[in-house]
C-alpha cells in the first residue's frame, strides 16, 4: 500500500461544476495536509493546508480532512477551465509524502 | 522578489560526469530540500536540511549528495550520474519544517 494515495485520473470535469479530487494515507500519526497545484511544465504551488478534522473553505476551494477514515479531499466549485492541472496531495508525519497526482482537465 | 531559484533549468549530459545542480532562497527559510519527479510516481525526496550543515536523507538519496554551507544555498550533487537519474528536479525551501513549501522552477536531467 502507498503512503499517500491519490485517486488516479484524469478527471474530465465540465466548466461550472464541482471537481472533487481524493487522498488517502497510511501513517495515523501523520497531523498536516496539503494540496498543490502543478501546471504542466511548471513547479508545484500551494493551495491550501488543512491540519483539523472538519472542512476549511477558501474561496472556489474547500479542503475536507476525516482523520479517523485517513481521507482528505479537495472540492473545486465553479470549475473554470484555468483549473486544469495535476493536483498534489502531501501529507506530513514524521515527514512530508506526495502523493502521485490527480490530473483535472475542465471542458469549456 | 522572494523566490527559489535553480541553475541549470535543463542539462544534457553523459553517464560519470560529475555534475551539481544550484539552489539558492531569499527568503532566510531554514528547511530546504530537494525532490525528483517522474511519471506515475510523484515527487520523492531525495535529502533535505533542517538548517545549515544539517542534512539528511530522503526516500530516494542513492547516487546523489548534499551540502549545506549557508543558508540560502543548497547544491545537488551527482559525482557519477546514470541513466536512471534521468528526471525533474525540484528544489524547494520552508520557513521551518516541511511546511507550505516553495519550489523551485525545476531542472530537467537527461542522462545518457
Known amino acids: 500500500q502507498k503512503e499517500v494515495e491519490q485517486n488516479s485520473g484524469p478527471l474530465s470535469v465540465p466548466e461550472g461544476a464541482i471537481a472533487s479530487l481524493n487522498c488517502t494515507y497510511s501513517?495515523?500519526?501523520?497531523?498536516?495536509f496539503f494540496w498543490y497545484r502543478q501546471y504542466s511544465g511548471k513547479s508545484p504551488e500551494l493551495i491550501m493546508f488543512?491540519?483539523?478534522?472538519g472542512d476549511k473553505e477558501d474561496g472556489r476551494f474547500t479542503a475536507q480532512l476525516n482523520k479517523a477514515s485517513q481521507y482528505v479531499s479537495l472540492l473545486i466549485r465553479d470549475s473554470q477551465p484555468s483549473d486544469s492541472a495535476t493536483y498534489l496531495c502531501?501529507?506530513?508525519?514524521?515527514?512530508?509524502?506526495f502523493g502521485q497526482g490527480t490530473e483535472l482537465s475542465v471542458k469549456p | 522578489e522572494a523566490q527559489v531559484t535553480q541553475n541549470p533549468r535543463y542539462l544534457i549530459t553523459v553517464t560519470g560526469k560529475k555534475l551539481t545542480v544550484t539552489c539558492s532562497q531569499n527568503?532566510?527559510?531554514?528547511?530546504m530540500s530537494w525532490y525528483r519527479q517522474d511519471p506515475g510516481l510523484g515527487l520523492r525526496q531525495i535529502y533535505y536540511s533542517m538548517n545549515v550543515e544539517v542534512t539528511d536523507k530522503g526516500d530516494v538519496p542513492e547516487g546523489y549528495k548534499v551540502s549545506r554551507k549557508e543558508k540560502r544555498n543548497f547544491p545537488l550533487i551527482l559525482e557519477s550520474p546514470s541513466p536512471n537519474q534521468t528526471s525533474l528536479y525540484f528544489c524547494?525551501?520552508?520557513?521551518?519544517?516541511?511546511?507550505?513549501?516553495?519550489f523551485g522552477p525545476g531542472t530537467r536531467l537527461l542522462v545518457l
Open positions: 524547494a525551501s520552508s520557513l521551518e519544517g516541511a511546511e507550505t513549501q516553495y
Open positions: 527568503m532566510n527559510h531554514e528547511y
Open positions: 501513517d495515523r500519526g501523520s497531523q498536516s
Open positions: 502531501a501529507v506530513q508525519g514524521g515527514k512530508l509524502i
Open positions: 488543512i491540519y483539523s478534522n
